[in-house]
């Protein structure tokens, strides 16, 4: 890839940044809606995960394999339809006008721009081209050699530390250096703390809680896109 230098590179969370809710908890809830999940039995433990992350409390490895879990056992194929349904009945939806103008405005501009998401590849790779982004980095899911997935992750996961780690790993293949790179990262969490830290321009989207604290103590921009679809 040949690209200007300096190069603007400006990543986007997804997840309660440009996302009005969480890609996982949302798939969930539709699989336990599409009686693929027994409700009973899965919904207190996705519900005690969505605030186990909120907290910061669960570890990269559990909170990844716990919802790639979900995948187990179908071949991409299998999982298509739903998929699809998935993306145009739950996710469009709530990919409110502000989103997809802030991606769009900085792509005019001539930015590079990036999605970095602790959510796996198979369900956020419908997002990205929804909103426009030609670069993904997500979690990798694991398969077998039946092209199943086996419900485990893979690699390093895009979560935490590892989004500063799959960054430049990214930036490695594309042959850019990372000091060549005016950096900007929009994210809603905590759990981002890494990769916000580690930018020139850290910006914090409906920051919880502590992200706000943080973002107040060191002087970030907080930005609200509360114009999102119902």
């Not at 500063?164 to 060549?180: G, K, N, S």
């Amino acid at each position: 890839m040949t690209v200007p230098r300096p190069l603007r590179l400006t990543l986007f969370d997804l997840d309660h940044t440009l996302l009005d809710g969480d890609s996982d908890v949302l798939w969930c809830e539709f699989l336990m809606r599409e009686g693929v999940l027994d409700r009973a039995e899965f919904e207190p433990r996705n519900q005690r995960m969505a605030r186990e992350y909120q907290a910061g409390t669960v570890s990269a490895q559990d909170f990844c394999e716990f919802y790639v879990a979900t995948l187990g056992g179908r071949t991409r194929a299998e999982w298509e339809p739903l998929r699809r349904r998935f993306m145009d009945e739950v996710i469009a939806p709530r990919l409110g006008a502000a989103a997809h103008e802030l991606v769009a405005r900085h792509a005019a501009a001539g930015d590079l721009v990036l999605l970095t998401t602790a959510t796996n590849r198979f369900l956020t790779e419908l997002t990205a081209v929804h909103l426009g982004f030609a670069h993904l980095i997500a979690t990798e899911c694991e398969l077998d050699d039946a092209g199943r997935f086996t419900g485990r992750v893979t690699g390093t996961l895009n979560m935490r530390e590892g989004k500063v780690t799959r960054l430049r790993d990214w930036l490695a293949r594309q042959r850019i250096e990372w000091h060549e790179c005016e950096t900007m990262f929009y994210s809603d969490s905590t759990n981002d703390l890494p990769l916000l830290r580690a930018v020139r321009k850290p910006v914090a989207v409906n920051p919880d809680m502590r992200l706000a604290a943080e973002a107040a103590e060191l002087g970030w921009p907080v930005l609200h896109l509360r114009d999102l679809a119902s």
